[in-house]
C-alpha cells in the first residue's frame, strides 16, 4: 500500500498542471501560476515521501517525469502563449516560440533521468524552478510599471523562453533542496537559501522569484568553487 502513496501525490501534481492549463486558457493567469506552485509543492512531497517510506520504483520514476512536463513546461508555456497574446493583436509565428519551454523542458527530464551524474545535484537548471519563474512573470506584468511593460513584449518573451530553454539543458551545476539531514554545517547554502528566499518573499511576494533565482545561481556557484 504504502507504495502507492508517492505515486498518488505525483497525480495530484499532474492534476495541479491540467488545472492550471484550464485556468490559463480562460485567462485567469493569476490562478494558473498558482497551480504551479501547488504542483511544485506536490512535486517535493512525493519525493520527499518516496525516501520516507523507501517507496522508489521504475514506474514512479517515469510518472513522475510525466507530470512534470505538464506542471512545469506546458503549463508555463500555456502563461507565456498568453502573456503573447495580451502584448499583440494580431497573431504572429513569434507567439509560438512559448511552447520551447514545454519541449526543453522535455528534454532536460529525459536528460535527467538518464545521467548518473545528477544523484546529489543538478545540472542544468531544474523545471520546478523555472516553472516557478515563469509563474511570478504574471503578478510582475500586473505591477503596471516599466518593469511590467518590458516582461509583456513580445522580444522579451521570445528571447525568455528560448534563454531559459537552454539553461534547462546547460551543463551548469546547480545545488539540489534535498538535505542531508538537519545538520547545518552541511546544509549551508541550502538554508542560506531557504532564509534569503524566504525574506524576499516576505517583502516582495511572487516578484521575488526572479531575485531568488539569481541567489540560486550564486549560491550554487559558491557552493561548488568551495567544494572543488
Not at 122 to 141: D, E, H, K, R
Request: hydrophobic letters at 55%; a neutral charge.
Amino acid at each position: 500500500m504504502k507504495k502507492h502513496i508517492p505515486n498518488a501525490i505525483t497525480c495530484l501534481n499532474l492534476f495541479s498542471g491540467c488545472l492550471g492549463i484550464v485556468f490559463a486558457f480562460e485567462g485567469k493567469l493569476d490562478w494558473a501560476s498558482y497551480s504551479i506552485l501547488v504542483a511544485a509543492v506536490f512535486d517535493f512531497l512525493d519525493g520527499m515521501l518516496a525516501r520516507l517510506l523507501n517507496a522508489y520504483s521504475d514506474i514512479g520514476k517515469d510518472l513522475d517525469s510525466l507530470a512534470d512536463v505538464v506542471s512545469f513546461g506546458v503549463l508555463p508555456s500555456v502563461i507565456i502563449y498568453h502573456l503573447f497574446a495580451e502584448s499583440s493583436s494580431n497573431g504572429d509565428w513569434l507567439n509560438y516560440s512559448a511552447f520551447l519551454i514545454a519541449i526543453f523542458s522535455a528534454l532536460r527530464l529525459a536528460k535527467f533521468n538518464n545521467d548518473t551524474r545528477q544523484s546529489e545535484n543538478f545540472i542544468g537548471l531544474p523545471t520546478p524552478a523555472n516553472a516557478l519563474l515563469i509563474a511570478s512573470i504574471p503578478f510582475i506584468a500586473a505591477e503596471g510599471n516599466m518593469v511590467s511593460s518590458y516582461v509583456q513584449s513580445p522580444i522579451f518573451l521570445a528571447l525568455f523562453s528560448l534563454g531559459m530553454g537552454l539553461l534547462l539543458i546547460s551543463e551548469i551545476r546547480l545545488m539540489s533542496l534535498k538535505f542531508n539531514g538537519l545538520d547545518f554545517k552541511n546544509n549551508l547554502h541550502r538554508y542560506i537559501l531557504v532564509i534569503f528566499s524566504l525574506i524576499l518573499l516576505l517583502i516582495f511576494k511572487f516578484a521575488a522569484v526572479p531575485l531568488i533565482m539569481v541567489a540560486y545561481f550564486t549560491i550554487s556557484f559558491i557552493q561548488f568553487r568551495t567544494t572543488k
